[in-house]
């Protein structure tokens, strides 16, 4: 009896869970797994799944899909829509939503496996399937290699992943090279004096320092990056202070820091830090502000010969208008950590998620960008065929590519 995956997606959009906290998704997936017939761990880097079937001699791929959500109130309005509610870190109650489309990436993981399970008569080697935690802190990733899934599975000769996308449903968007762009996520905390709101000029004002700041960081891409170049620079938030009247005594801003390697990188780090000391010292700050780093994303980099491989096999099985170059996205992933630790290469996709017709018309009306809702959107959903079958059809078709 073949797995209902419209019903497994449904209930999982449903469902969201927050990093870390994906136990119910990781159990479903779980059992699913151990129904296909593979061996199957839980509670790998706190809730990572790693099923694996051994189907004879010869390569190993590791083939990933990740699972967490994102603390977004749902307003797509489907019948399906998530009402759900999670604690964040910092011990706040959140809505919780699939506004990424991770839900869809473990229900095309289970539907690829499912038929590769069907067709294991005509291949042969290992599949280690990764059910991954916490993609949205760019942390799920390491943590189940510091678990040491290395050392007790089967090393890979190749990684794949795949990713949902506000591409026309049946396009499948993929590239030799660099894919994703590499990010840092900042802290930063800027140092003032406080007093009373009446007598500013007996204090140092980290409001105004972090407004300067702010306002200046964003000449990093503007007036210091050659224009054919890519960086991005984004100040997320930005807190200070409790009332009205208080001049508080510190300012911390969070930056997403994006770049396609490795020297673009330290120009912009270096950037960032010589901006945010001058600002401080140009508002007389008396204590040096603190830089943290969050989180360090390699850039998502797609082996050229097994990308390839991987799209001529794609456009057998979906046709050559089907397969596209989407170009690099900004965006940031942490997959590669499995490849790079590996020493193996990587072969990570897009495919599409939204009617075609909505598509069209918004190309038509040169509307994409504002009514085309992008991942992390409250508004986002991927319609759910043919997405399923677009992505169980592209993760097994690339899976037979390097089993078969």
């Excluded at 007790?152 to 591409?167: A, E, M, N, S, W």
């Excluded at 673009?264 to 945010?276: F, H, P, T, Y």
Aim: charged share 20%; proline share 6%.
């Amino acid at each position: 009896m073949s797995i209902d995956l419209e019903a497994l997606y449904i209930d999982l959009h449903q469902h969201p869970e927050l990093s870390f906290q994906e136990t119910r998704t990781a159990g479903i997936a779980a059992q699913h797994l151990r129904d296909l017939g593979l061996e199957v761990e839980e509670g790998v880097g706190v809730t990572g799944v790693v099923g694996m079937l051994r189907n004879g001699e010869g390569p190993t791929l590791w083939a990933r899909a990740d699972m967490d959500a994102l603390p977004v109130e749902e307003q797509t309005g489907l019948a399906y829509a998530s009402t759900a509610t999670g604690i964040d870190p910092a011990g706040h109650a959140v809505p919780v939503m699939h506004a990424c489309g991770h839900d869809m990436h473990v229900t095309a993981m289970i539907g690829a496996v499912e038929r590769l399970v069907a067709e294991r008569a005509e291949w042969s080697g290992t599949l280690v399937v990764i059910i991954q935690p916490a993609e949205e802190y760019g942390a799920g990733a390491r943590a189940m290699l510091d678990a040491g899934i290395l050392d007790r599975y089967p090393k890979p000769d190749i990684v794949l992943g795949q990713h949902v996308t506000p591409f026309p449903a049946g396009i499948i968007g993929v590239r030799p090279g660099t894919q994703m762009a590499a990010s840092d996520g900042l802290t930063v905390t800027m140092h003032g004096r406080g007093g009373h709101g009446s007598r500013p000029h007996t204090t140092i004002d980290p409001v105004v320092m972090a407004a300067a700041t702010v306002m200046r960081l964003q000449t990093i891409t503007s007036r210091e990056i050659d224009p054919k170049d890519v960086a991005v620079v984004t100040v997320g938030s930005i807190h200070a202070g409790l009332k009205n009247n208080i001049i508080p005594t510190e300012a911390t801003l969070e930056l997403s820091l994006r770049y396609p390697n490795d020297e673009m990188r330290d120009k912009v780090l270096a950037s960032v830090e010589r901006i945010v000391r001058a600002e401080a010292a140009a508002s007389g700050a008396e204590r040096e502000p603190e830089i943290r780093t969050d989180h360090t994303l390699p850039a998502t980099i797609n082996d050229d010969d097994a990308t390839t491989r991987v799209t001529t096999a794609l456009r057998r099985a979906l046709g050559d208008e089907a397969v596209i170059d989407p170009g690099m996205f900004t965006g940031s992933e942490d997959v590669s950590w499995f490849a790079r630790d590996a020493g193996v290469p990587l072969v990570f996709w897009f495919w599409g998620g939204l009617d075609p017709a909505t598509y069209a018309t918004a190309v038509a009306n040169g509307t994409v960008d504002s009514t085309i809702p992008t991942n992390h959107s409250p508004f986002f959903a991927p319609q759910i065929h043919p997405t399923i079958e677009v992505g169980v059809t592209a993760m097994a078709t690339a899976a037979r590519e390097f089993l078969g």
